[in-house]
């Protein structure tokens, strides 16, 4: 009888709980207020903006490269021999002064070859003595000669008259005639010895040029048995011992010069067209501006080549760096990267070096290479990471038509600007190139426009912002904009506004 006395109080006890709360609840809807409407507003946005300003852009163009040695010596033999004199420090990685004697070769058969090729010089010039005497006594012989035939042509004629009136004998006219023909042969014959002297000079001249040949021959192989430094540099690669015996057209040794080194580097098509296009040199006539440029025109006399900047860095340390200059562009593109070849010069790379922290600019060493041109026109920069991507909802979310075509190499994107009465607009612009932490404005933009650096969130097209100018931000884009490869900065705030 208690057990179920129990339950029945348990189960009354549940039903007078539920039935207590059902009570509440009706009387807690009952009483309640309905929601109230509030007129105000969220609050507006305070973003960071920057006033666009043209500003001189130095156009950059950057690229890798191996360093070589603008000059460097092959050493050859011109002539045989052994090896007599060898300098001390010949070995690779040394460092010589110009006029230094690394290498001779025995230069006795050479040395007999000039004593030879002199002394033949000095017996024709004996003979050409000897020939100018005979000449002149074969003159005077001559005219001795021509004097006696004089004679004798009187004293035949002188004998003829005679012999007409019969005072002279039959006998002594023809010895008269005898006696005269003798002579004639006589003056005929130095007159021929005197026609061949003319003919025997040009022979000893020829034999004495080819002397002076065979000499000169001799002097140069005597010389080809030094070798001496041209100009100061640093031996790369020996192979060449003492009293070893040298073949013509061996090779010896080689070597760098340390006057000037060059850099090929690799430089992407876009970048050097649109660096060497800001300094293109006007090539037409002021009346013929259509005018075509001659084929024959060497491409830096179309490009002012000294309006570029270059500078050599080493990759891996980019504070060991060596001020350089645009000589040329080489021909063709590279097969693999396709970009272009461009070569720079670095003058004394030895000058400075002060090894291991600032090692010499040797050949192979792997380098980046920056030129740098002031833009012909100032442009419109914002920081890189103040253009968003664009879509097609973004294009038309303020009702502004999208831009018409882009011009070729140009993106369409878009800028986060404020309009006249501080509100987001979103505004799709065309970027012409964009060059570190910089994007060219080609169109889209005004001078005076207020660009937004902050990242909005929400970003709702049309709500009221709160500008906060950054001047701060402003000077920089532009320090960057005319500099961009000076040396990197201490660690600042993004181009991008405060907001991260």
């Not at 029945?8 to 059902?22: A, E, T």
């Not at 040949?213 to 430094?229: I, N």
């Amino acid at each position: 009888m208690k057990p179920i006395l129990t339950s029945l109080s348990r189960g009354l006890l549940i039903l007078l709980g539920l039935g207590g709360g059902i009570a509440l609840a009706a009387f807690l809807i009952s009483h309640a207020r309905a929601p109230q409407h509030s007129d105000s507003s969220a609050p507006a946005p305070t973003l960071g903006v920057i006033e666009l300003q043209p500003v001189t852009l130095r156009i950059e163009a950057r690229g890798l490269g191996t360093a070589r040695s603008a000059e460097r010596w092959q050493a050859v033999a011109n002539v045989a021999g052994r090896v007599v004199e060898r300098h001390p420090d010949l070995e690779s990685g040394n460092l010589l002064p110009a006029g230094t004697l690394l290498l001779a070769l025995d230069p006795s058969r050479y040395q007999l070859a000039i004593a030879e090729a002199e002394a033949e010089r000095e017996r024709l010039t004996a003979e050409q003595a000897q020939l100018e005497v005979e000449a002149e006594s074969t003159r005077r012989l001559l005219a001795l000669e021509q004097e006696r035939l004089d004679l004798t042509e009187q004293e035949l004629a002188r004998i003829e008259e005679l012999a007409k009136s019969g005072s002279a004998s039959r006998s002594q006219l023809d010895e008269q005639r005898r006696a005269s023909a003798a002579q004639r042969r006589a003056v005929a014959t130095l007159e021929n010895e005197l026609s061949l002297i003319p003919s025997r000079r040009q022979q000893l001249a020829a034999q004495q040029a080819r002397a002076a040949v065979l000499l000169a021959q001799a002097k140069q192989d005597l010389a080809d048995t030094r070798f001496e430094a041209p100009y100061a540099l640093r031996l790369s690669e020996v192979d060449v011992e003492l009293h070893q015996y040298i073949a013509p057209g061996q090779q010896l040794f080689s070597a760098d010069s340390l006057a000037a080194a060059e850099v090929e580097a690799q430089i992407p098509l876009g970048m050097l067209r649109r660096l060497l296009g800001s300094v293109a040199t006007v090539a037409a006539a002021p009346n013929m501006p259509n005018a075509p440029i001659p084929e024959t025109r060497r491409l830096d006399e179309r490009m002012d080549f000294s309006a570029v900047s270059a500078e050599v860095r080493l990759v891996g340390d980019e504070q060991v760096r060596w001020p350089a200059e645009l000589t040329r562009v080489a021909s063709g593109l590279d097969p693999v990267t396709r970009s272009a070849r461009v070569v720079v010069r670095v003058a004394h790379p030895y000058r400075d070096a002060s090894p291991p922290d600032r090692p010499p600019l040797q050949p192979g060493m792997l380098t980046q290479v920056r030129l740098s041109a002031a833009s012909p026109e100032p442009q419109l920069v914002v920081p890189a990471a103040a253009v968003h991507p664009a879509t097609e909802d973004a294009k038309h979310a303020d009702g502004d038509q999208p831009l018409a075509g882009s011009r070729e190499g140009h993106r369409t994107r878009l800028v986060y600007r404020l309009d006249a009465e501080d509100r987001f607009r979103r505004t799709p612009v065309e970027v012409a190139f964009e060059q570190g932490g910089l994007a060219v404005i080609a169109a889209g933009l005004a001078p005076g426009d207020r660009v937004i650096v902050d990242e909005p969130l929400p970003a709702i097209d049309g709500m009221q912002v709160n500008p906060r100018p950054d001047p701060a931000l402003e000077a920089r884009l532009k320090d960057e904009a005319q500099a961009p490869a000076q040396a990197p900065q201490p660690a600042q705030t993004p181009l991008v506004g405060a907001t991260p």
